[in-house]
T-cell receptor, first 113, second 111 residues
Framework: AQSVTQLDSQVPVFEEAPVELRCNYS??????LFWYVQYPNQGLQLLLK??????LVESINGFEAEFNKSQTSFHLRKPSVHISDTAEYFC???????????FGTGTQLKVEL | DADVTQTPRNRITKTGKRIMLECSQT?????MYWYRQDPGLGLQLIYY???????NKGEISDGYSVSRQAQAKFSLSLESAIPNQTALYFC??????????FGSGTRLTVV
């Protein structure tokens, strides 16, 4: 079975600073990887995903994540955060050919002025 | 209208009461899911259904039951609610490629 570890439960950062949210996974088979974002009092929205091809994937709002197979990681980065990025971020994994998502425990990103 | 609609949005109920959380989707997908979110634990899968005649237990199904009334409807029941079932519940649907759409959640408090 696959599992997901998000090492940081909370990440405080000042506005315009860079940020990295860490995600590691374990699986004996090929996987697809996802980052979801949850804004306060809302459901989860897909931020970006890695299915195949280029290991660097980007979102429309400036986030990027890189799939690193040797380190089994899929860390999320943004070079300059904004107040509006304050949210909880979940890393998730799905087994190739499967349909169930397994989520990490989430990282609360708090952007401060 | 939202693609995945959950009702109610908020509910307070007493220990021992039966409660049903409802979910409907307009995506036309066969696959539907119920997740529970607790602070620090992320989302845990309660039940999932890959079509109307298919129901499967997830990681934490004890104390819950589900009903798939139609392709578009998937309800979650707590037969006898207990305080540790206080949580945020999410319904989701996905297509065959695993693209998920989540509802806005139901916040349930059991007192």
């Amino acid at each position: 079975a696959q599992s997901v570890t998000q090492l940081d439960s909370q990440v405080p950062v000042f506005e315009e600073a860079p940020v990295e949210l860490r995600c590691n996974y374990s699986s004996s088979v090929s996987v697809y990887l996802f980052w979801y974002v949850q804004y306060p009092n809302q459901g989860l929205q897909l931020l970006l995903k890695y299915l195949s091809g280029s290991t660097l994937v980007e979102s429309i709002n400036g986030f990027e994540a890189e799939f690193n197979k040797s380190q089994t990681s899929f860390h999320l980065r943004k070079p300059s955060v904004h107040i509006s990025d304050t949210a909880e971020y979940f890393c998730a994994v799905r087994k190739g050919g499967g349909n169930k998502l397994t989520f990490g425990t989430g990282t609360q990103l708090k952007v401060e002025l | 209208d939202a693609d995945v609609t959950q009702t109610p949005r908020n509910r307070i109920t007493k220990t021992g009461k039966r409660i049903m959380l409802e979910c409907s989707q307009t995506k036309g997908h066969d696959r539907m899911y119920w997740y529970r979110q607790d602070p620090g634990l992320g989302l845990q899968l309660i039940y999932y259904s890959f079509d109307v005649k298919d129901i499967n237990k997830g990681e934490i199904s004890d104390g819950y039951s589900v009903s798939r009334q139609a392709q578009a409807k998937f309800s979650l029941s707590l037969e006898s609610a207990i305080p540790n079932q206080t949580a945020l519940y999410f319904c989701a649907t996905s297509d065959e490629l695993g693209h998920y759409t989540f509802g806005s959640g139901t916040r349930l408090t059991v007192v």
